[in-house]
């Protein structure tokens, strides 16, 4: 198995207490330098020839161990070995099954208890890199009990002093010191450094602290003392965490109800577990912190917060998948009152989907203010830059016109109502789209789908050409503008999908219409009710509500 040892120390539960020499029993476990155990078959028949050969005067005094006494001692190693390995090849198996850095944390932490048998710990994340992400994370302790823990004086805190490289409290070169995995204890200046680096220094960073007493260890400062108290611990266990290529990534301790501290073999377990988890760890913060850039990257590339326009409130809703997606949408104001609004998805992932992303929508932005009031030229405009500039990708986008209201400045006439009373908020939209969903729109009277002729995507065409089609929201309707992702989280087929989202929107509680927050808060909820940034998702989503006021 890729990661752990095949010759394990000698489970502590198995240990004959007849055995004589270690370098004679065939009881001992495998030999010290690592090489395999003796099959049991040899060490009957090596059993079996000393029999024959000795006479039963020889060895006065020594112990009477029959064969069967051996076999069955060392049947009980192999037992406690086999055991071990199958403990840590379950522990490792559920480790990676996460897929998260905080899911991975909180597992290392519960297998670490279990292995060391504790109740308590927690795993502090600081890579040495200085990138982050940098985060605390308890089992069996609330915050506050973490943030009390953390009061205690640095240098006094083992896993401080891990994440801090500092050697082990009072390490001098007549003290010992723990060793990283192999149960045993060195010298503090037994470290291959030169006879004479001894000391502090020469005792090196900290591979593990081990603080079996703390009430009862006067060395230890008070604070730490008073903390323990204060929280029931009596002792703790801390060990690094390291992986390359990112060096440390962190530190965990373990914390004891009562004075104790870690056997030999459960050192050994712990130390092959966490050089399992580290990796995994780092992986995964590798990964994190590549979608953390798409993520800050996309943000910057939307808008940073959408604009005001005299009789029109927006919301808006998005989410990108784990590895970023080219989903995106704008609201711009334009001369005159007016208001563009747009959404559109790239096709790809990534860092590139999502710069593609960002070049389209600012060329819609430029295309809009010079000819917005045409979305179909827009569109075509779009259409030719992607085809001369990306031939390889393709996109779907979707552009709305939205008239000033009647009576501004640039505006239509204010339309006649019934007594001579004119509508000062009537408004009529213009719209066209390229492969694109239909918009929704949403009132006290009507939810339906705007009908838009159908179109190929931009990019799939020699040349792009559509009708735009015209609609007028009265007073208290919305208009809905969504992305594809909206509809494929959903797991359904793409009609059910459709037919929920209308069922959604027509869900919306008749005193919620006038708020479009709580519009599209409403519509996530029931399309999506494992929340909008689901992890497990690859699609990006966008949800872009226009209300227009009475």
């Given at each position: 198995?890729?990661?752990?040892?095949?010759?394990?120390?000698?489970?502590?539960?198995?240990?004959?207490?007849?055995?004589?020499?270690?370098?004679?029993?065939?009881?001992?476990?495998?030999?010290?330098?690592?090489?395999?155990?003796?099959?049991?078959?040899?060490?009957?028949?090596?059993?079996?020839?000393?029999?024959?050969?000795?006479?039963?005067?020889?060895?006065?005094?020594?112990?009477?161990?029959?064969?069967?006494?051996?076999?069955?001692?060392?049947?009980?190693?192999?037992?406690?070995?086999?055991?071990?390995?199958?403990?840590?090849?379950?522990?490792?198996?559920?480790?990676?099954?996460?897929?998260?850095?905080?899911?991975?944390?909180?597992?290392?932490?519960?297998?670490?208890?279990?292995?060391?048998?504790?109740?308590?710990?927690?795993?502090?994340?600081?890579?040495?890199?200085?990138?982050?992400?940098?985060?605390?994370?308890?089992?069996?302790?609330?915050?506050?009990?973490?943030?009390?823990?953390?009061?205690?004086?640095?240098?006094?805190?083992?896993?401080?002093?891990?994440?801090?490289?500092?050697?082990?409290?009072?390490?001098?070169?007549?003290?010992?010191?723990?060793?990283?995995?192999?149960?045993?204890?060195?010298?503090?200046?037994?470290?291959?450094?030169?006879?004479?680096?001894?000391?502090?220094?020469?005792?090196?960073?900290?591979?593990?602290?081990?603080?079996?007493?703390?009430?009862?260890?006067?060395?230890?400062?008070?604070?730490?003392?008073?903390?323990?108290?204060?929280?029931?611990?009596?002792?703790?266990?801390?060990?690094?965490?390291?992986?390359?290529?990112?060096?440390?990534?962190?530190?965990?301790?373990?914390?004891?109800?009562?004075?104790?501290?870690?056997?030999?073999?459960?050192?050994?377990?712990?130390?092959?577990?966490?050089?399992?988890?580290?990796?995994?760890?780092?992986?995964?913060?590798?990964?994190?912190?590549?979608?953390?850039?798409?993520?800050?990257?996309?943000?910057?590339?939307?808008?940073?917060?959408?604009?005001?326009?005299?009789?029109?409130?927006?919301?808006?809703?998005?989410?990108?998948?784990?590895?970023?997606?080219?989903?995106?949408?704008?609201?711009?104001?334009?001369?005159?009152?007016?208001?563009?609004?747009?959404?559109?998805?790239?096709?790809?992932?990534?860092?590139?989907?999502?710069?593609?992303?960002?070049?389209?929508?600012?060329?819609?932005?430029?295309?809009?203010?010079?000819?917005?009031?045409?979305?179909?030229?827009?569109?075509?405009?779009?259409?030719?830059?992607?085809?001369?500039?990306?031939?390889?990708?393709?996109?779907?986008?979707?552009?709305?016109?939205?008239?000033?209201?009647?009576?501004?400045?640039?505006?239509?006439?204010?339309?006649?109502?019934?007594?001579?009373?004119?509508?000062?908020?009537?408004?009529?939209?213009?719209?066209?789209?390229?492969?694109?969903?239909?918009?929704?729109?949403?009132?006290?009277?009507?939810?339906?789908?705007?009908?838009?002729?159908?179109?190929?995507?931009?990019?799939?065409?020699?040349?792009?050409?559509?009708?735009?089609?015209?609609?007028?929201?009265?007073?208290?309707?919305?208009?809905?503008?969504?992305?594809?992702?909206?509809?494929?989280?959903?797991?359904?087929?793409?009609?059910?999908?459709?037919?929920?989202?209308?069922?959604?929107?027509?869900?919306?509680?008749?005193?919620?219409?006038?708020?479009?927050?709580?519009?599209?808060?409403?519509?996530v909820r029931a399309m999506l009710p494992q929340g909008l940034d689901d992890p497990l998702s690859e699609e990006d989503v966008v949800l872009?509500?226009?209300?227009?006021?009475?």
């Open positions: 198995m890729a990661g752990i040892e095949p010759a394990l120390p000698a489970p502590t539960h198995t240990v004959d207490p007849r055995a004589g020499k270690a370098s004679a029993d065939p009881t001992a476990g495998p030999p010290s330098d690592g090489s395999p155990p003796t099959p049991p078959g040899a060490l009957q028949d090596s059993a079996l020839d000393s029999a024959s050969d000795a006479a039963p005067g020889d060895a006065p005094g020594a112990p009477d161990i029959s064969v069967a006494d051996q076999l069955a001692a060392v049947q009980d190693r192999l037992a406690g070995w086999i055991s071990d390995l199958s403990t840590l090849h379950d522990l490792t198996e559920q480790l990676a099954r996460t897929r998260t850095v905080e899911d991975a944390l909180h597992e290392l932490l519960r297998a670490g208890a279990s292995l060391v048998g504790a109740r308590r710990g927690l795993v502090a994340l600081a890579p040495a890199d200085g990138f982050g992400p940098e985060t605390t994370i308890g089992l069996g302790l609330g915050h506050a009990e973490i943030g009390t823990i953390e009061t205690i004086p640095r240098r006094a805190l083992s896993y401080a002093r891990i994440l801090d490289g500092l050697p082990e409290p009072g390490a001098t070169g007549d003290e010992t010191r723990m060793g990283p995995l192999d149960g045993t204890r060195h010298a503090a200046g037994d470290t291959g450094r030169p006879p004479g680096a001894r000391g502090a220094a020469a005792a090196g960073p900290c591979t593990e602290i081990s603080e079996p007493d703390i009430p009862g260890e006067k060395d230890l400062d008070p604070r730490l003392r008073e903390v323990a108290a204060r929280l029931g611990y009596a002792a703790s266990y801390a060990v690094p965490l390291t992986a390359d290529p990112i060096g440390r990534t962190g530190a965990a301790v373990w914390l004891y109800d009562e004075p104790a501290a870690p056997t030999e073999r459960q050192r050994h377990l712990i130390g092959l577990y966490r050089a399992h988890a580290a990796e995994h760890l780092a992986r995964l913060l590798e990964l994190h912190r590549t979608r953390q850039a798409v993520r800050i990257l996309r943000e910057e590339l939307l808008p940073h917060r959408l604009p005001r326009v005299p009789g029109v409130r927006l919301a808006v809703r998005h989410s990108s998948g784990p590895r970023g997606g080219g989903d995106w949408y704008d609201a711009l104001p334009l001369p005159d009152g007016a208001l563009g609004l747009a959404i559109g998805s790239v096709t790809g992932s990534g860092p590139s989907a999502v710069a593609a992303m960002g070049r389209l929508r600012a060329s819609l932005r430029a295309y809009a203010v010079m000819e917005g009031e045409d979305p179909v030229a827009v569109l075509s405009d779009l259409e030719l830059l992607l085809r001369l500039t990306e031939p390889a990708r393709s996109a779907t986008a979707l552009f709305a016109f939205t008239e000033p209201p009647p009576g501004a400045p640039g505006g239509p006439p204010a339309p006649p109502m019934p007594g001579g009373i004119t509508d000062p908020f009537a408004r009529k939209i213009v719209l066209a789209g390229a492969g694109h969903c239909p918009p929704l729109i949403l009132g006290d009277l009507r939810t339906e789908y705007v009908e838009t002729s159908l179109s190929a995507p931009l990019g799939m065409l020699a040349c792009w050409e559509a009708p735009s089609v015209e609609i007028e929201p009265a007073g208290g309707e919305t208009l809905l503008l969504y992305s594809d992702g909206l509809l494929h989280r959903t797991g359904e087929p793409m009609d059910r999908a459709f037919a929920r989202l209308h069922a959604a929107a027509a869900g919306v509680p008749r005193a919620a219409r006038h708020d479009p927050e709580a519009v599209v808060d409403h519509i872009l509500a226009a209300y227009f006021e009475e």
